[in-house]
């Protein structure tokens, strides 16, 4: 019984060595902030304010939480900035800090500005945005994005510009319909004042699983394969609703939630579109097209939306050098978030129109 | 029933409590065999008729073939025969049959026909195990086995009838004797083995296999040094691939008390072809040597029926791998490298001995050389088409522009294999280095735990299909 005993004890400090040792080592490959989820604020959770995340098991990347609970070097702190939202497309953790598109539009305008601050054209030049903040969130699509839309220009009543990016056009009537909810705006959610809001508990939770980075990827690895059991009845489901929508009534679900953002927010309104892409048999790239673009374009337009649609960007940067705007040298090319290229196109696009509109 | 499911798990674990309880070689014997038929069923029941009737056939073949049978040399040869001929006439109809017809109405301009018919789950390697049990009686390696029981589990026996180790019946039979009680020093063994296998598969196949599946997909539109990454990709995946669930089911029969042998020893370490086919598939090519180029007279009729010989089993053995030209065409490129290897080895035999650094760099060289030409065959046995096989190779070999990607976990793991390579010839002769941890000492089990833990961190869950399951 002893030596069952002694066996067992042995087998127990070396799991948790092991445990203690691979978790250590994790801190090289994938760090997750702490997750709080807020009920009424301009996303609906927003990280640990100032932790870190390391991203590894899609591209790589470094980056700080910042104050606000977002990915940025900064804050805003001058009127007229840009503020672009987003899911973790705009997120961008999978590429270095100042690939993302926010980081390089930044570094666009900023030159801008700086070659244009003497002699230039002052009405044009404090018409564009100085700066651009990066507000997003990992699964934050477009239909919780417009209901969170009075939030956002609460929490930044000083941006002059909005960018919502979206890699869909097409949702659900029964997320249509939640959009127009819109989420009520608490000051006391945001940013680091939300930690107050936490109990002990879930504040030392939450300090747990920071430190624990390795539970968090076995975490990600069980979620991943009970989503790959259960992938089969999602996409029949996926499928059946597909096939009931017709473009008309699309069209009436979808025109009030872009009306209702026009009327909330004053300043340039722009939705920033980037298509799925596949790479074909014959070495071109093709992208993936929806009716509901079309309908979606439509509608922007007629209710003073601008629509940034990518497609002929992402089209034009891979004839020219094969660049593919999604997917990284240890997944697979073609899937997945925003490559460097991919980045770089949003950016270039999003410049155009930025430096476009203020009379450049 | 994948080795790799929940399933598994649970009936793996009653099979062990089963045969804990039990004694005796024989209740050992009917609980395995059991569990076989119910692994069997589990995969696919339509076909454990096929399973059992094969094995019976063989049974009655046996005695009539045995030395000690009272039928007359001719007879036995007749039976011999028979019996072969019907295992070979069962692969052909299941495998063959729509390759067959696909070929016949191609060279005679007919109506294109196709021909459904379901491929019994592991009917390549048990109808092999069947043939080598016939064989093995046949030529006085083993005598004919009476027991029904006995012949039923070698040809089923679960941890091998899905992918292999093909074990000839000469080796498996005298394991049969013992009383296969679950030890301690056979779990451990077993269960390290198994741990490998899983995570050669889980965390570095089937992650190699997300770069060679996008690339293979579209190789048009893919850069050489992409494209080159992804042949190199493939040559590691189908090695950790199918050397992982080798392991595996290794682990699992050493656990019950069974010694299937190995199938991989660092094949991409071999000099040459005749090498490389001792490294890889170890009890493939080995039933291939012993049942079909020894028959044909090996290498005992002269240069020219040698060569022959060595052709014409390694089409088979492309032919064996898959019901299409372009594994027979990859069989015949095999037999056609092998021959030239031997010609040229022959030419040089009468060549003074290198001196001892030259010698090592020569070495070196056909290792290189003997894995780029491996690496290059194994682009028709992937694409199975070769107008994509040839614009691989072309846009390879042009330097042609497109995507850039090349894949890291490619180098990684290449590299990864490299220096277990040059450990291996540093240290154990250029053989296997993998030995089973002393799980006494407290460091070893921490390693273990690690091991445990990075494999379920780096597991790539995705499709988990083996490949040579297809075979």
């Known amino acids: 019984m002893r030596k069952w005993g002694r066996q067992a004890i042995s087998w127990a400090a070396a799991v948790i060595l092991a445990f203690c040792i691979c978790n250590a080592a994790m801190f090289l490959y994938e760090v997750q902030p702490g997750w709080i989820e807020r009920e009424n604020g301009a996303t609906l959770a927003i990280w640990d304010p100032g932790t870190a995340l390391v991203a590894g098991l899609e591209g790589r990347g470094y980056y700080h939480v910042d104050s606000k609970g977002y990915l940025n070097d900064s804050i805003p702190t001058e009127p007229g900035y840009c503020v672009v939202v987003g899911a973790s497309f705009t997120q961008g953790k999978e590429v270095e800090n100042g690939k993302r598109y926010t980081d390089l539009l930044n570094a666009m305008l900023s030159e801008q500005n700086g070659e244009n601050s003497d002699g230039g054209n002052d009405a044009a030049v404090s018409a564009r945005p100085s700066f651009v903040y990066n507000v997003s969130q990992e699964g934050y699509y477009f239909p919780d994005i417009a209901s969170g839309f009075y939030a956002l220009t609460k929490e930044f009543p000083d941006a002059g510009t909005i960018v919502i990016e979206t890699g869909k056009t097409s949702f659900s009537d029964r997320e249509l319909e939640a959009a127009l909810d819109q989420r009520a705006y608490d000051e006391a959610q945001n940013g680091e004042n939300i930690l107050a809001t936490l109990s002990p508990a879930k504040r030392f939770t939450m300090r747990v699983k920071e430190a624990m980075p390795l539970l968090n990827i076995l975490k990600t690895q069980a979620e991943t394969v009970k989503h790959r059991l259960s992938e089969g009845e999602e996409s029949a489901k996926g499928e059946e609703e597909a096939k009931e929508k017709d473009t008309a009534a699309y069209s009436d679900r979808l025109e009030p939630v872009l009306k209702m953002l026009r009327e909330e927010f004053d300043g340039t309104l722009i939705i920033a579109y980037h298509p799925d892409v596949t790479i074909c048999d014959d070495g071109s790239l093709s992208p993936v097209r929806y009716e509901e673009t079309e309908v979606f374009s439509r509608l922007c337009r007629e209710n003073g939306i601008i629509f940034m649609d990518a497609t002929q960007a992402i089209l034009d940067a891979y004839a020219e050098d094969y660049s593919v705007p999604y997917g990284f040298m240890n997944t697979t090319m073609g899937k997945g978030h925003f490559s460097q290229a991919g980045h770089r196109v949003m950016a270039e696009e999003l410049y155009k129109i930025l430096v476009g509109r203020s009379g450049q | ?471």
């Open chain 2, 1 to 471: 029933m994948s080795f790799l499911s929940v399933r598994f798990g649970i009936f793996f674990l009653i099979l062990l409590l089963v045969m804990k309880m039990t004694r005796g070689a024989k209740t050992h014997q009917l609980v395995l065999l059991g569990a076989s038929y119910v692994f069997y069923a589990a995969g696919d029941w339509r076909f454990l008729a096929l399973l059992a009737g094969i094995s019976l056939v063989m049974w009655k073949c046996g005695l009539k073939v045995s030395q000690d049978a009272p039928v007359g040399g001719k007879g036995k040869k007749t039976w011999l025969i028979l019996g072969i001929c019907l295992d070979l006439l069962v692969l052909c109809v299941f495998k063959y049959a729509g390759f067959f017809v696909d070929t016949f109405t191609a060279a005679f301009g007919l109506p294109r026909t196709t021909i459904g018919i379901l491929l019994p789950l592991g009917l390549s390697f048990y109808i092999f195990q069947a043939i080598s049990y016939l064989a093995d009686v046949y030529m006085g390696k083993m005598k004919a086995e009476s027991s029904l029981r006995k012949v039923l589990l070698y040809i089923s026996f679960f941890p091998q009838i899905v992918s292999g180790p093909i074990v000839k019946a000469r080796d498996f039979f005298p394991q049969l004797e013992t009383d296969h009680e679950i030890t301690w020093e056979n779990l451990s063994w077993g269960g390290q083995k198994f741990l490998t296998g899983l995570f050669k598969k889980i965390v570095i196949a089937d992650r190699l296999g997300i770069c060679v599946d996008a690339v293979y997909a579209a190789p048009a539109a893919y850069s050489g040094i992409s494209l080159l990454t992804a042949v190199l990709a493939y040559a590691l995946q189908i090695y950790y691939d199918f050397s992982g669930y080798s392991d595996m089911a290794i682990g699992v029969a050493r656990i019950l008390g069974f010694d299937p042998g190995r199938n991989f020893n660092l094949p991409y370490l071999a000099a040459n072809p005749s090498e490389f086919w001792k490294r890889w598939h170890i009890s493939l090519s080995s039933w291939f040597r012993d049942y079909v180029y020894i028959p044909l007279g090996g290498n005992r009729k002269g240069e020219a029926r040698t060569y022959r010989n060595l052709f014409l089993t390694m089409l088979f053995s492309g032919l064996w791998h898959g019901a299409s030209w372009s594994f027979v065409a990859w069989g015949a490129l095999h037999g056609a490298v092998s021959v030239f290897s031997r010609a040229l080895g022959r030419k040089r035999k009468g060549e003074a001995p290198d001196a001892a650094v030259w010698g090592k760099v020569r070495h070196a060289f056909s290792v290189i050389l003997n894995f780029c030409v491996v690496t290059i065959l194994w682009i028709p046995f992937r694409t199975n088409n070769f107008g994509k096989a040839l614009l691989i190779l072309r846009r390879i070999f042009t330097w042609a522009p497109g995507i850039h990607y090349v894949y890291v976990y490619a180098l990684i793991f290449g590299i990864g294999l490299l220096f277990v390579e040059m450990a291996a010839v540093r240290f154990h002769q250029g053989n296997d280095i993998w030995r089973p941890l002393d799980l006494s000492r407290f460091g070893s089990r921490v390693i273990l735990c690690c091991f445990i833990l990075l494999t379920a961190v780096f597991a790539y869950i995705g499709d988990s299909a083996f490949i040579y399951a297809q075979f």
